[in-house]
């Protein structure tokens, strides 16, 4: 033994030393490359999967990707143009006052106060029967106020067009229609946000559709999403009608919602 | 370098091996394959669903572009609401036959395999033949029978057994005397020449002529006393029995028993003199003492049992002739009494049982009589009768008459069997053989009487049943039987005879269900009620009482539910309950009955249950013997009239076709109730058809709240100080008239006139001082001027009515010229309703006619003629108007505007 260590003494070290090198090599160099390969063969094999299944209900062509393309940019188009002719001019009072919070909110509740009488005015010098209250929330915070001075001049426009077109009554009123739904506010901007509001009211046929009618006019434009109507008795030219209609409010950089 | 070369071979060969293995480790090849990319599998082409083209387009600003024609406008012939009919209601109730007697009970009657049963009376629609009934001059001749003399016992004691004593000396020849006395010790004879002459005793015989009293006390006096006295005083007593001495014969009877108190022949005796004279309590009393003294309680309690019969006290008659032969199991009367008491105490088979153990104990006994076991058939076969056996009833009253062939209740009975097997022909010479051989069997006369009351033949049956009364006036059934057949041939006279009827049996089950049906035709339906429950009470298994009483609980349901309160409506809900309570009662006892089904049915078609209404009256249909009852096709109309499955035109089409079948019936089914039923069917298809042809094609009740304008469509003409608005759910006109004289304020409609039928409108003046209005229907249009038929209230209040008025003429004057009065007086000048119908005369002329509301009535009634006019088809104008002087305020309401139209056949 001794004989062989005297004679290879610098061959063994140089192997040695040689073994060592290699072994930390593998441990800490070739170990992490395998196990970042053996991800992204998994990530991989996962995909194609995925990709396999959308597959398997067709793959589009060029030509249709072509065709698709230009869709997309007349739609981009069209909502271009829609935005302005759908927009709601919102009158300067239910505007966001420039003013502090605290201010802010005593303003949205003088608004309400104030409108409430007005509407209440008109509707009885218009022989129209008016709910008690516009169904606004009693209180709010600062955050949503902008929101609710929204709703309040939707309700106003609606109560506007009902005592104009001689309806007989509105029963009631839901200006947080849809609020407690996707409306809720957000401070991330969206590209379509919708203020719904709804509206039960009773008056002859054509009352009724001079509602409807008053309410996609341009400039104060709300869009109808639901709308019934019926007649208790068919003896008479007396209808009910239950509408939804809302506020469109677009903004060309905000988020798409998924589809 | 100096390394290298200092290694030997093996060295190199070590390094070699180390360099490739370090090689191998540096490039990974020491394990695993390296990562490859699998091939995606191919896959179809998809399509691009290109978008549909989107663009925005606002309404246009104008509305009135878009609403050119109101689609949904009232004036667009909307359906009238469907006509009320009547809810179908069970076949009236028919008078019930009377029963012949004797007679099932009513719970073993129910389960009989008789073809009628319940049999009831009506006119025209008799259920026996005449043929089979007997000729007129048998009635005749039974109404004439006399009646035999009663036997009477006059009182003898002033007679004499012979005028003259009979003397017949020894020594002489006999001879007649005035008198002989009898001194003891010398015989005096006074001789008719009045000589006396005297004897010794034993020197002649003789035989006085005394009065029978006279007799007696010497009888009476000359008793000794010792062990034969009381059979002694027992024939004087039977002597004076014999001589209609009643007091004197007591007294012997008395002093028998006293002497002997068992002495049961004189017992019997003073018992039958009591009875006799019906005397029930001393008769009672005298028995009693004898069982009590010991004497034989077999008989005494068989008439103590006689006795209380007598009284009618059947359940102590019952008890007595129990004990009879519980003391005397031999004694054959008792035996058959008892089984008869049981039969008249309504316990048939008990009866049959004590009759048939009579002839397993007795019946071959040598003591037993013929007689006795013709009378034994005979309570058997009523026991039979009353369970239900008519077959073998009429064998055992066949058993009865061979022995006792005059035997009137076994006749009378075979007659009662062959009835109640709907054998009438046969039944009733059974009847008239009865009455002949025993005219006192009142039974049988009822019986009879209610052969031809079945026959419809109201005379015979009255002479019957009051031949039956006459023999006894006490006879329920033959008051109740003269009461029917004078109800049926219209005598009036035939309410007194219910009443006395209802005197002498107020518990009478025939009686009270008569008096009960009369009440309910009277419209006394919780009286009739009454009648119906104590009926029931009596018992529980006569149907007739249920139907009834079902029938009265749907009229007095009906009644409350006309108040229209929801206190009347939860009380009809309950009496619609209690019939079909009752009903359903009926169908479980007798399921074969179409009847009580189609009843069943009517009443759940007014609990509003269309099903088992269906169901009900279906089965009643199915189950009918007599062929379709239009009942219950009016009922099945009905259902599909108000519960049909389609639109209401579907559900009317659907119910017209159950209505037409019922009218179909009219040849067939001729009784009253469904000539009323076929008559209601009629009425209800003109109301189809009307209904079918009418609409509205106006109304406007001015509902909505106040307000300056009245309404669309409404043409008004003002601007003379009167203005036309809407208040308090009223067209309102009020103002002061002034600008000038009569002008005219109107409120008109456009309506087409193809198919006019009617114009309404309710006018409710309040302050109309000298004003006019009225209402009008412009038919015609020159220029600007629109004429018409026109009705007015003048400044007076009188209507009147212009068939030629024009808008322009009431613009300018009053209606005091042209303008014809109504005759009619105003039903409320407060609330004034005037209808104008257009129809069709008989001679095709077209006529306006005038009506008014009238609230009392809740009808319309005419208030003019007809008046003929040929109005052109085009835009006609209708609605009200009023004008008044200048300077008049006026203030008038205008309400429920109604025009209907109707298209021709």
New interface residues.
């Given amino acids: 033994m001794e004989y062989f260590w005297k004679e290879n003494k610098r061959f063994v070290i140089a192997v040695a030393g040689g073994l060592a090198f290699l072994i930390l090599y593998q441990a800490l160099v070739l170990g992490k490359i395998r196990g970042a390969a053996e991800l992204a063969d998994r990530t991989r094999r996962s995909k194609q999967t995925e990709i396999e299944r959308k597959m398997a209900q067709g793959v589009p062509t060029e030509e249709s990707l072509a065709v698709a393309r230009k869709d997309r940019d007349l739609t981009r188009k069209v909502l271009a143009q829609m935005a302005p002719e759908t927009a709601f001019t919102v009158p300067d009072r239910f505007q966001k006052p420039k003013s502090r919070p605290k201010e802010l909110k005593e303003y949205y509740d003088d608004l309400l106060i104030k409108l409430t009488d007005e509407l209440k005015e008109k509707a009885t010098n218009g022989r129209l029967g008016f709910p008690p209250t516009l169904g606004m929330p009693d209180t709010v915070n600062e955050d949503t106020v902008p929101e609710m001075l929204l709703r309040l001049a939707v309700v106003d426009r609606l109560s506007t067009l009902c005592i104009d077109a001689e309806c007989e009554k509105i029963e009631s009123i839901n200006p947080l229609h849809g609020a407690d739904q996707d409306e809720r506010s957000s401070k991330k901007s969206r590209f379509l946000t919708k203020y719904s509001v709804f509206i039960r009211f009773s008056g002859r046929a054509d009352a009724i559709f001079k509602v409807i009618h008053g309410a996609q006019k341009k400039g104060s434009y709300l869009a109808v999403t639901q709308f019934d109507m019926s007649r208790p008795d068919a003896t008479k030219d007396v209808f009910e009608a239950a509408l939804g209609v809302a506020l469109l409010k677009v903004d060309d950089k905000g988020e798409l919602d998924a589809p | 370098m100096n390394?290298f070369k200092?290694?030997n071979k093996e060295?190199w060969t070590?390094?070699g091996a180390?360099a490739l293995?370090?090689f191998l480790?540096?490039f990974?090849f020491?394990s695993?394959g390296a990562?490859g990319?699998?091939a995606?599998?191919a896959?179809?082409?998809?399509?691009?669903n290109?978008?549909k083209?989107?663009?925005?387009e606002?309404?246009n600003?104008n509305?009135a572009i878009?609403?050119g024609k109101?689609?949904?406008?009232?004036e667009s012939a909307?359906k009238l609401p469907i006509p009320t009919i009547k809810v179908p209601e069970p076949r009236e109730e028919e008078m019930l036959a009377p029963l012949v007697r004797p007679h099932p009970a009513w719970e073993n009657y129910n389960s009989l395999a008789a073809p009628v049963k319940y049999p009831t009376l009506s006119a025209g629609a008799p259920l026996i033949a005449e043929a089979n009934l007997p000729a007129a001059a048998e009635v005749q001749e039974l109404t004439k029978l006399e009646e035999p003399v009663v036997p009477s016992r006059p009182d003898r004691r002033a007679e004499k057994e012979r005028e003259f004593a009979e003397v017949r000396p020894k020594n002489g020849a006999p001879y007649q005397a005035l008198k002989v006395e009898d001194k003891d010790v010398v015989l005096i004879v006074t001789k008719k020449g009045g000589n006396k002459v005297r004897y010794a005793p034993g020197e002649i015989t003789y035989d006085q002529n005394w009065t029978f009293e006279e007799k007696y006390k010497y009888e009476s006096e000359r008793v000794k006393p010792g062990a034969k006295e009381p059979e002694e005083h027992l024939k004087i007593a039977k002597g004076c029995l014999d001589n209609g001495m009643i007091p004197e014969a007591k007294e012997e009877l008395k002093k028998a028993i006293e002497l002997r108190k068992d002495y049961l022949e004189a017992i019997l005796l003073l018992g039958q003199v009591a009875v006799d004279s019906s005397d029930f309590e001393t008769a009672v009393a005298t028995y009693r003492a004898g069982i009590e003294a010991g004497a034989p309680p077999g008989d005494l309690w068989f008439e103590i049992g006689r006795c209380l019969k007598m009284l009618s006290f059947n359940e102590g008659a019952l008890v007595a002739f129990e004990k009879a032969v519980e003391a005397q199991p031999r004694l054959h009367r008792a035996r058959i009494a008892l089984a008869r008491a049981q039969v008249d105490a309504g316990q048939g088979q008990a009866a049959v049982d004590g009759a048939s153990d009579f002839f397993i104990k007795l019946g071959n006994a040598p003591d037993t009589t013929p007689a006795q076991r013709a009378e034994a058939s005979l309570v058997r076969g009523l026991g039979y009768i009353r369970v239900g056996q008519l077959e073998k009833a009429r064998a055992d009253f066949a058993d009865c008459l061979k022995v006792d062939t005059t035997n009137a209740e076994a006749m009378n009975g075979n007659g009662a069997a062959l009835a109640l097997l709907g054998e009438f022909p046969q039944a009733a010479p059974e009847f008239v053989k009865a009455i002949r051989a025993n005219q006192y069997l009142t039974e049988a006369w009822t019986n009879l009487a209610a052969l031809y009351l079945l026959g419809g033949k109201w005379a015979e049956a009255e002479q019957i049943a009051a031949a039956g009364s006459q023999r006894d006036p006490s006879s329920v059934e033959a008051l109740l039987e003269r009461g029917l057949a004078q109800l049926m041939a219209g005598n009036k006279d035939a309410p007194k005879m219910f009443d006395l009827a209802e005197k002498t049996g107020p518990t009478s089950l025939q009686v009270l269900m008569v008096t009960g049906l009369l009440r309910l035709r009277e419209g006394q339906n919780e009286a009739a009620l009454e009648k119906f429950v104590a009926a029931l009470r009596r018992d529980f298994y006569f149907l007739p009482a249920y139907s009834a009483a079902a029938a009265a609980y749907l009229r007095t349901g009906r009644k409350l539910a006309e108040a229209r309160d929801d206190v009347s409506a939860r009380k009809a809900d309950e009496m619609r309950v209690n019939a079909e309570t009752l009903l359903r009662r009926i169908r479980e006892f007798d399921p074969s009955r179409p009847g009580a089904h189609a009843a069943l049915g009517c009443a759940y078609a007014a609990m509003q249950r269309p099903e088992e209404a269906r169901e009900s009256l279906r089965k009643a249909n199915s189950l009918s013997q007599k062929g379709a009852d239009p009942l219950v096709y009016y009922g099945l109309g009905y259902l599909d009239y108000y519960y049909g499955p389609g639109d209401p035109a579907a559900n009317l089409a659907a119910a017209r076709t159950q209505f037409d079948q019922a009218v179909k019936l009219e040849g067939t089914a001729t009784d009253p109730f469904s000539l009323r039923v076929i008559d209601e069917c009629k009425s209800v298809i003109d109301k189809i058809d009307l209904w079918d042809r009418t609409s509205?094609r106006l109304?406007e009740?001015f509902?909505?709240?106040?307000?300056?304008?009245i309404?669309?469509n409404w043409l008004e003409r003002h601007g003379n100080g009167i203005k036309i608005t809407r208040a308090g759910g009223r067209g309102k006109f009020a103002g002061k008239q002034a600008v000038r004289e009569f002008a005219l304020t109107s409120l008109m409609h456009e309506v087409p006139g193809a198919d006019f039928y009617s114009f309404e409108m309710t006018f409710m003046p309040e302050k109309v001082d000298r004003a006019e209005f009225g209402m009008s229907i412009f038919h015609t249009v020159q220029g600007s001027t629109h004429s018409g038929f026109s009705v007015g209230i003048d400044a007076s209040g009188k209507p009147r009515y212009q068939a030629n008025s024009s808008d322009n003429d009431l613009d300018v004057h009053d209606m005091a010229v042209g303008w014809q009065e109504i005759k009619t007086p105003l039903p409320n000048p407060k609330e004034i309703t005037i209808r104008v119908t257009l129809t069709e005369a008989k001679n095709r002329a077209r006529v306006f006619t005038i009506h008014f509301w009238d609230p009392a009535k809740a009808d319309w009634v005419p208030a003019a003629p007809p008046v003929t006019v040929n109005p052109p088809k085009g835009a006609w104008q209708v609605g009200g108007w009023v004008h008044a002087p200048v300077n008049h305020e006026v203030l008038l309401f205008v309400d429920n505007v109604k025009v209907l139209d109707q298209a021709k056949r």
Avoid: C, H, M
């Fill in positions: 390394f200092g290694l060295q070590a390094l180390a293995s370090a480790l540096l990974g020491s695993g990562a990319g699998g995606l599998r896959a179809a082409e998809e399509p691009y290109a978008q083209a989107r663009y925005v606002l309404p600003e509305f878009y609403w109101n689609p949904f406008r009232i909307v509205l109304l009740t509902d909505g709240p106040d307000a300056k304008n309404g669309s």
